[in-house]
């Protein structure tokens, strides 16, 4: 069928006279076309109301479609089934065109930001294989909205804690400023209640983004072209960075991605007509200034030291000096480093170590001297030890009985028995012991009740119950 221009030029040839053969040739089409048109006399490209075969079936196409859960393959099956043969592309074509189970697309809009008006911030899961072994990590990535320029690190985990030393190193050392306002999703490790205008920040993020002078802010529920600007480098990232490189460890992954994201600021976006580079030369001046001093992120925690002389953090293992054993320490534990405090003195620093490592991590100058193994590859023999044994026999034959049956682990009871040694007078301590020891007892707490109760009256003042013959008097 000739388009309208086509049919235009035939029209006003033949109004100058020209014959329907040269009129043919000049614009290649049939003389049978040039006749239509003609005898038509109209520029207009005549409707098409070509019925399709499908059309008389409409309804139970429409009833099928609901009942197969808008599966087209088993709609065409039940209508063969039912004698309605139609072509699978007629079924498909007459449904895209009659709107059958089709979304009708939406015009995407467009953000346009002033520099430093905006960042946004995201995560995504991503399987990269590290050091010889797969694993499943969280992709962090920040990206300026004007210039593009984006910082992206790798996590095991990320909570409020990884997100804070992620925001810093961009903010800080990346960006050297922050955007006025950082647009996220609706993600609980910044979110403390609601979504979207209603959403409330968590108070230690808002104190965070206080200190670099921008404001966390979610869009709503459902509106994720809101964040599209730091969605598409999770893709760029998955496809140019991870393929044909080897990672020996976290840090080095990571300390490769920042190195690629410098990188990869000086390539030209089309969509820019420029580099991202050369847009963060307009930028940085309209970012937040860094503050004068910003401190090191750290996680606070609260840790008993065990009789190991040990504090447990995310199932590694970290040494204390011997004499804080059984008191309670403060943790600060940054990206990093691991420190260990008593009040204000700092105790104990150790590298840290990935959550899950079950790592051992014991410095030599915070065990006691001649805490030694045996030489038959027994238990070390403790300070302690030595004490109590030189104070009583009751007790050096209990400790020995303690070792024999403590199956190689007998320091916390030895430790636990040296405290009643130091909480409680020494010869009930030894009738206890005695006594245990004549009828096979260890119990620690069944000694340390037989002990209390012997010097009750003795060593406690106890509290005086009123009787009734007291009140009549």
């Given at each position: ?14 109004a ?44 139970r ?50 953000y346009?930001?002033?520099a ?15 050091g ?31 997100c804070?030393v ?41 104190a965070?983004?206080?200190?670099f ?6 869009h709503?529920?459902?509106d994720?072209n ?5 969605e598409?480098?999770f ?10 490189r ?37 930028e ?16 606070l ?11 447990h ?24 480093k ?5 009040g ?16 051992l ?10 805490r ?16 109590m ?19 190689g682990k007998?320091?916390?009871r ?12 020494t010869?009930?301590l ?11 007892v ?7 009740r ?7 009256g003795?060593?406690f ?13």
């Amino acid at each position: 069928m000739l388009d309208r221009e086509t049919r235009t030029v035939i029209l006003r040839l033949r109004a100058e006279g020209q014959g329907i053969v040269p009129i043919a040739k000049a614009l290649k089409v049939s003389v049978n076309s040039v006749r239509k048109v003609l005898t038509e006399a109209t520029v207009e490209v005549p409707q098409m109301n070509r019925l399709s075969s499908a059309q008389e079936h409409h309804q139970r196409i429409v009833e099928l479609y609901q009942s197969c859960q808008g599966n087209l393959v088993r709609v065409h099956e039940e209508l063969l089934a039912e004698g309605i043969s139609l072509p699978y592309s007629t079924l498909t074509g007459y449904c895209r065109r009659e709107g059958i189970g089709v979304t009708p697309i939406k015009r995407s809009g467009r953000y346009d930001f002033a520099a430093g008006e905006e960042m946004q911030h995201d995560t995504s899961p991503h399987r990269v294989v590290v050091g010889g072994k797969s694993e499943l990590l969280q992709c962090a990535s920040v990206v300026l909205c004007f210039s593009r320029m984006l910082y992206a690190q790798l996590y095991t985990t990320f909570n409020r804690f990884y997100c804070k030393v992620f925001l810093t190193e961009a903010i800080a050392r990346f960006f050297r400023g922050a955007a006025k306002r950082c647009m996220i999703d609706n993600t609980s490790v910044v979110i403390a209640s609601g979504t979207g205008k209603d959403a409330i920040v968590a108070p230690e993020m808002t104190a965070f983004s206080d200190r670099f002078g921008f404001e966390f802010q979610a869009h709503e529920k459902g509106d994720a072209n809101r964040s599209a600007r730091v969605e598409g480098p999770f893709y760029f990232i998955e496809r140019n960075f991870y393929p044909g490189r080897t990672f020996k460890d976290l840090s080095d992954l990571n300390r490769q991605l920042s190195d690629w994201c410098a990188r990869k600021s000086h390539r030209f976006i089309r969509e820019l007509q420029a580099r991202p580079i050369e847009l963060y030369q307009i930028e940085r001046p309209q970012l937040q200034p860094l503050p004068l001093y910003i401190p090191e992120v750290y996680e606070l925690h609260s840790r008993m030291v065990n009789l190991e002389g040990n504090i447990h953090l995310h199932t590694n293992r970290y040494s204390v000096p011997d004499e804080l054993l059984g008191q309670r320490v403060q943790v600060r534990e940054s990206i990093d480093k691991v420190r260990i405090y008593r009040g204000h003195k700092l105790v104990a620093q150790h590298a840290r170590h990935a959550e899950g490592n079950r790592a051992l991590v014991v410095d030599k100058t915070h065990r006691t001297p001649g805490r030694r193994p045996a030489k038959n590859g027994g238990t070390p023999v403790l300070p302690e030890e030595k004490i109590m044994c030189a104070a009583a026999p009751e007790l050096d034959r209990f400790v020995q009985t303690l070792r024999k049956q403590a199956r190689g682990k007998p320091l916390w009871r030895i430790r636990k028995l040296y405290r009643f040694y130091l909480d409680y007078p020494t010869e009930p301590l030894c009738k206890a012991v005695s006594r245990a020891l004549e009828y096979g007892v260890t119990d620690l707490g069944r000694i340390e009740r037989m002990t209390l109760r012997a010097i009750a009256g003795d060593y406690f003042r106890l509290e005086i119950k009123n009787t009734p013959e007291d009140e009549d008097e």
